[in-house]
């Protein structure tokens, strides 16, 4: 049998197919911010057992909830609505955030009083590189606009340009028109 102080994700099959064994598939999760995170476990033994989840950080030790696996969960008023289990013995925990990093234990007890340990360490971060994406896209944006807002502007040069032209040999025309006709009055 397990101690509460062995390492995260150990377990022992039981001898002779009596009492509890647990198996551990991820003892460590890293997670971010806001992510939804699956503390998975699986046990066998006889009979339907209770199962209990504590999480225990600096501060201290707080029950998360309790189960029998078909029955309706007991969760903590801190977890309500922030908990998912499931009658393999997996938790599933709703938009994880820094406080939630610690050691998630998992107590597995058969109906005869065998009992088995695990520990799931979960650590969550923030992510920094989000911030980073938003503004590499914003400045994608203005880069953006502001190539649409150059070859208008040059565009508009050379419209500007060609008006400018046109208006400029009118106005050679006509003042060639009226020396001719000055011409031809005398």
């Known amino acids: 049998m397990l101690s509460e102080h062995q390492a995260p994700g150990l377990s022992s099959e039981a001898p002779l197919g009596r009492g509890v064994s647990l198996y551990i598939p991820q003892p460590s999760i890293n997670a971010t911010v806001r992510e939804d995170i699956l503390l998975s476990v699986e046990y066998s033994c006889v009979g339907v057992p209770t199962i209990e989840w504590k999480y225990t950080t600096n501060w201290g030790e707080q029950k998360i909830v309790e189960w029998k696996p078909g029955t309706q969960a007991n969760v903590s ?39 088995q340990f695990g520990t799931i360490i979960l650590h969550v971060s923030e992510i920094l590189y989000e911030d980073l994406h938003f503004v590499a896209v914003f400045l994608a944006f203005l880069a953006t606009v502001a190539a649409v807002l150059i070859s208008l502007m040059w565009v508009c040069n050379k419209c500007a340009y060609k008006f400018q032209r046109k208006r400029r040999h009118k106005l050679k025309e006509s003042k060639s028109e009226e020396i001719e006709l000055q011409d031809v009055e005398c």
């Open 77 to 115: 008023q801190s977890h309500r609505d922030r908990v998912c289990t499931f009658d393999n013995g997996s938790i599933q925990l709703f938009s994880v955030g820094l406080s939630d990093s610690g050691y998630y234990s998992i107590k597995v007890t058969e109906h005869l009083g065998s009992s």
